[in-house]
């Protein structure tokens, strides 16, 4: 899948935009219609398994695929204000999540793990500044 943001040509909006290769050509998903949701990085072990990452209005949000609809992942433990922006799936039972998270002292930096069942926020040292990428052959 490819997950992204498309505008609308009348008024502008903008909106997400999931879209599945069947091998021969690309294909909208429907019920992605949102217009607080933005995703903005995907990963993919198989074609039945498929993270996205962004968020909805203020809150990360994680979404998956499993070969026919994305569902919302609850992610344990994620802070009021913040995005993920980017996703890395090394196995079926390990993923990695970063972007950033807002609080009092500005912008620090979020990292979640997929531990194989289920998404929860881990520890980041890094304060005062932002994750945007994931290196794919890293592994916590």
């Known amino acids: 899948i490819a997950v992204g943001t498309v505008a609308n040509a ?4 903008l909106r997400s935009l999931v879209e599945r290769w069947d091998g021969t050509t690309w294909t909208a998903t429907i019920g ?3 217009s607080t949701l933005t995703l903005n990085g995907v990963a993919c072990v198989s074609a039945t398994m498929c993270f ?8 990360p949000v ?3 695929w499993d070969g026919a609809a ?14 993920l922006s980017a996703v890395v799936c090394p196995t079926a039972g390990s ?3 970063v972007g ?5 002292a500005g912008d620090n930096p979020l990292a979640a793990r997929w531990s194989g069942s289920s998404w929860s926020v881990t520890t980041t040292r890094a304060a005062g500044s ?3 990428g994931v290196f794919s052959n890293s592994t916590w």
């Open 10 to 13: 009348f008024d502008r909006s």
């Open 32 to 34: 992605v219609d949102r």
């Open 52 to 59: 996205a990452v962004g968020s909805d209005g203020d809150l």
């Open 62 to 64: 994680v979404k998956q």
């Open 70 to 83: 994305l569902s919302t992942v609850a992610l344990a433990d994620a802070p009021a204000t913040a995005s």
């Open 95 to 97: 993923c990695f999540a």
């Open 100 to 104: 950033d998270r807002q609080d009092d």
């Open 130 to 132: 932002v994750a945007v």
